[in-house]
């Protein structure tokens, strides 16, 4: 059973940037997109963007322009560089991999973004 772990996320100021990674314990085939979601207290689970096979990358219009997702195919690690985080960017944070079969998603790590 392949396993995902996040890196910890932390508590970053208004405006301040933060990089999550996401590795896999082992090599995955046949995957279709490998991204990223969060989920605020009381609400539900948003994505907030991927990265597909080719590279393409695509994102929530919340993020546009201050995230960025990218991979390591090396080292099975998905990123998630997040600049100039706002406050209502406060949440637990979740990767996910999609294959075929399903999805796989991480433990979450939260990030908190301070006013």
């Known amino acids: 059973q392949v396993q995902l772990v996040e890196s910890e996320g932390g508590l970053v100021q208004t405006g301040g940037s933060l990089r999550l990674s996401c590795t896999a314990s082992?090599?995955?085939?046949?995957?279709?997109?490998m991204g990223w979601y969060r989920q605020a207290p009381g609400t539900e689970r948003e994505w907030v963007g991927h990265?597909?096979?080719?590279?393409?990358?695509r994102y929530a219009d919340s993020v546009k322009g201050r995230f960025t997702v990218s991979r390591d195919n090396a080292k099975n690690t998905v990123y998630l560089q997040m600049n100039s985080l706002k406050p209502e960017d406060t949440a637990v944070y979740y990767c996910?991999?999609?294959?075929?079969?399903?999805?796989?998603w991480g433990q979450g790590t939260q990030v908190t973004v301070s006013s």
């Open positions: 996910s991999v999609k294959v075929p079969w399903g999805d796989i």
């Open positions: 082992r090599t995955i085939a046949g995957i279709k997109a």
């Open positions: 990265i597909i096979s080719n590279g393409s990358t």
